[in-house]
């Protein structure tokens, strides 16, 4: 006898497990256990991958068709994904060794649903001027002080882009000052050498 898949969960059930892990997670961060809350708001995101429209269009045609979310259960989706890509990009930015491209790729994800969100938009900022990128830093961390005007960590980091922003114009003058004095010299010598063998031939 074939054995049948089992019944999808609904809707609300996968929702409101997918919020109580997240609240785990956040737990976990709040006692300093990074790891472990990592953990969790990944297993909330899992959860939550079957009911979002987005990811299911990617794997068109592979299991269950994406089931039909209310405005409301739409809106809790958004926002518990938001909370757990946002959350984990805290976590990374609290380890020994900070993967940036990744706290960059969590920040964009949530920026992608709410561009807005301040602290997205400061983690993205921290993440490009670690990664060397003091331009979009700067951008990153413009539009955060814009909604944070009082906030210290974003003042900070902007200062830090702006600074790096400066060092690096100061860099590129001195460069073109230099190849344009090494050429000068070049074509007064030439010129010194050219009079030289023209009094010689005399």
Same mark, same amino acid.
């Given at each position: 006898?074939?054995k $049948?898949?089992p019944?999808?969960r609904p809707?609300?059930? #996968?929702?409101?497990?997918?919020s109580?892990v997240?609240?785990e997670g956040?737990?976990? !961060? &709040?006692?300093?256990?990074i790891?472990?809350?990592i953990?969790r !708001?990944?297993?909330?995101l899992l959860i939550? &991958?079957?009911?979002?429209?987005d990811?299911m269009k990617?794997v068109k045609g592979?299991?269950?068709?994406t089931p039909?979310?209310t405005?409301?259960q739409?809106d809790?989706?958004r926002?518990?994904q938001v909370d757990? !890509?946002?959350?984990l990009?805290?976590?990374l930015?609290?380890?020994q ?8 790729e969590?920040s964009?994800r949530?920026? @992608?649903w &709410? ?6 938009l !400061?983690?993205a900022?921290v993440?490009t001027l670690?990664?060397?990128?003091? $331009?979009?830093?700067?951008?990153y ?6 909604? $944070?005007?009082n906030?210290?960590?974003v003042?900070?980091?902007? @200062?830090?882009?702006?600074e790096k #922003?400066?060092?690096?114009r100061?860099?590129e003058?001195a460069?073109y000052r230099g ?7 070049d ?6 050498n050219?009079?030289k063998?023209?009094g010689?031939?005399?």
């Open positions: 006898m074939k $049948q898949p019944e999808p809707v609300w059930v #996968l929702l409101e497990e997918a109580q997240k609240t956040n737990a976990f !961060y &709040r006692e300093k256990n790891r472990s809350a953990g !708001y990944h297993r909330a939550l &991958r079957g009911l979002d429209a990811v990617l592979f299991g269950p068709e039909m979310l405005p409301e739409e809790l989706l926002n518990t757990c !890509y946002n959350n990009a805290a976590c930015l609290q380890k060794r900070v993967d940036y491209a990744r706290v960059l969590y964009l949530v920026l @992608q &709410r561009p807005g969100n301040v602290k997205a !400061y983690r900022g993440a670690e990664m060397g990128d003091a $331009q979009t830093a700067k951008q961390l413009t539009q955060a002080c814009k909604d $944070q005007p906030d210290a960590n003042k900070k980091q902007l @200062q830090r882009a702006e #922003l400066n060092r690096e100061q860099k003058k460069m190849m344009f004095s090494s050429s000068l010299r074509s007064s010598g030439d010129g010194i050219q009079t063998r023209a010689e031939e005399v």
